[in-house]
């Protein structure tokens, strides 16, 4: 299937998903619904550098933060634009801002992108464990930075108000709605970008560098370019994910923003449903994703964490090829069992 009709295909299945959840008529759909979409787009974003590359990054949950605190800063930006922009720029500034959301996403996605180029050429020269902890450390460095930064809210967090409705070529809709239509179409470019790079040259100088990096540099393989392309992609993903976030919570706070939750989901999301596929973390953030929801409504958030880590585990463990990669495997040995 070519990229265009699978863009196609999956914009559609989008948009029956959307229909279904107008359907229902219950907000609370499009509350559980936007942070399941989220996961499958963070979890694409990391398996482009973590399962296509084999490169564990730990720092997704900065990459995700660098796109939530540049919509804070653009709205920030817009309701006081004379304190900050000169008396010449400020007739201009008015016309410019507020910033409407798919601009929101395409900065968080380009600011979250070049700190990951430049992330990628300081530590993509490491390998194995101290590549995934210099990425940790790089977290680390950014939730410091937007703890002492009061314009970001600092400590404090930040609040983000927003209209109860929104429309759109004559729509209207709830702004949660809006949300929710706004990622499953983040979504869905999102996993076109997954399968197009996947099935590119550039996917397969990817898989060299996964299956043996040094090999494929002894033949030839820009190895660091190609991881730095990975990194900025992958970056820029999580960015675009992120920059909706203040939206969504209406408040946004370092502890959130940099929260174990997200750091933790986009690794077990792929590693659960398969990292060698475009399939495997959209499998994997459904069902974990989903499962999470259920209990935090049922229980707590703090068992839809202890569940995440306990599943990570168990497939580590038991079935370290994820979802996708073992029903691959049942499928081959079925068909040579086949022609035998």
């Known amino acids: 299937m070519r990229t265009p009709i699978f863009f196609i295909i999956a914009l559609f299945i989008g948009a029956v998903v959307f229909a279904l959840a107008l359907w229902q008529a219950n907000d609370y759909t499009f509350y559980a619904g936007y942070v399941v979409v989220q996961f499958i787009v963070l979890a694409t974003a990391w398996n482009i550098l973590g399962g296509y590359c084999g490169y564990v990054n730990f720092g997704s949950a900065a990459f995700f933060a660098v796109g ?19 008396d010449s720029l400020l007739p201009a500034a008015q016309t410019i801002l507020p910033l409407p959301m798919p601009i929101l996403i395409l900065v968080g996605g380009a600011i979250a992108g070049v700190i990951g180029l430049g992330m990628g050429y300081l530590t993509l020269r490491l390998r194995g464990a101290f590549f995934a902890i210099a990425t940790l450390a790089l977290a680390i460095v950014l939730q410091t930075i937007v703890l002492n930064t009061d314009f970001l809210g600092g400590a404090r967090g930040a609040y983000i108000i927003w209209a109860h409705d929104f429309s759109v070529g004559g729509i209207s809709l709830k702004y949660v709605q809006y949300l929710f239509l706004t990622m499953v179409v983040l979504a869905v470019f999102a996993l076109t970008v997954a399968r197009l790079i996947e099935r590119s040259r550039l996917g397969y100088g990817f898989a060299t560098i996964r299956d043996d990096e040094l090999a494929a540099e002894a033949c030839g393989v820009p190895t660091l370019r190609l991881k730095l392309v990975a990194t900025a992609i992958s970056g820029a993903l999580m960015g675009m994910a992120g920059a909706p976030f203040p939206y969504y919570v209406g408040y946004l706070e370092p502890g959130t923003a940099f929260g174990l939750t997200y750091g933790v989901n986009a690794i077990a999301m792929p590693m659960i449903g398969g990292t060698t596929s475009w399939v495997g973390p959209l499998v994997g953030a459904v069902i974990v994703a989903t499962a999470q929801e259920w209990l935090r409504v049922t229980i707590s958030s703090e068992w839809g964490v202890l569940f995440v880590g ?26 040579h069992r086949k022609a035998a």
């Open 68 to 86: 939530a605190y540049s919509s804070v800063a653009f709205h920030k930006l817009s309701i006081a634009p004379d304190k900050y922009f000169p």
């Open 310 to 335: 306990a599943m990570l585990v168990i497939f580590v463990v038991i079935a370290p090829k994820g979802i996708i990669g073992h029903v691959r495997d049942f499928l081959r040995n079925r068909e």
